[in-house]
């Protein structure tokens, strides 16, 4: 079993910065492919940001230019620095992960961290 816990989220006005992290724990396992998805009340999970394990990173485009993804293989944690955040950025941030263990993959979600950007 892996967990992924989450931790970063707040209230900041608009043009303001948060950081999220993301921790996957538990044992047996590597991660293959780990980002972050959001979403809002009556809409789907869109993706914010993902990596691969050999570091190729996709963005949003409503995102690129303002946040930088980050991932520690070692410590299987990632990191989402989030600038500039707009009113539109408001939303629950979930953290995904891909896992290998043995000769299974399995997909695993955080909890959620709310982020709200207040104009």
């Known amino acids: 079993q892996v967990q992924l816990v989450e931790s970063g989220g707040g209230l900041v006005q608009t043009g303001g910065s948060l950081r999220l992290s993301c921790a996957a724990s538990?044992?047996?396992?590597?991660?293959?492919?780990m980002g972050w998805y959001r979403q809002v009340p009556g809409k789907q999970r869109e993706l914010v940001a993902v990596?691969?394990?050999?570091?190729?990173?996709n963005y949003a485009d409503s995102v690129k230019d303002r946040f930088l993804f980050s991932r520690d293989n070692a410590k299987n944690t990632i990191l989402l620095q989030m600038n500039n955040l707009k009113p539109e950025d408001t939303a629950v941030y979930y953290c995904?992960?891909?896992?290998?263990?043995?000769?299974?993959?399995?997909?695993?979600w955080g909890q959620g961290t709310q982020v709200t950007v207040s104009a």
């Open positions: 990596s691969t394990s050999d570091g190729n990173t």
């Open positions: 538990g044992s047996g396992f590597s991660t293959n492919i």
């Open positions: 995904y992960a891909n896992v290998r263990m043995g000769p299974f993959k399995y997909n695993y």
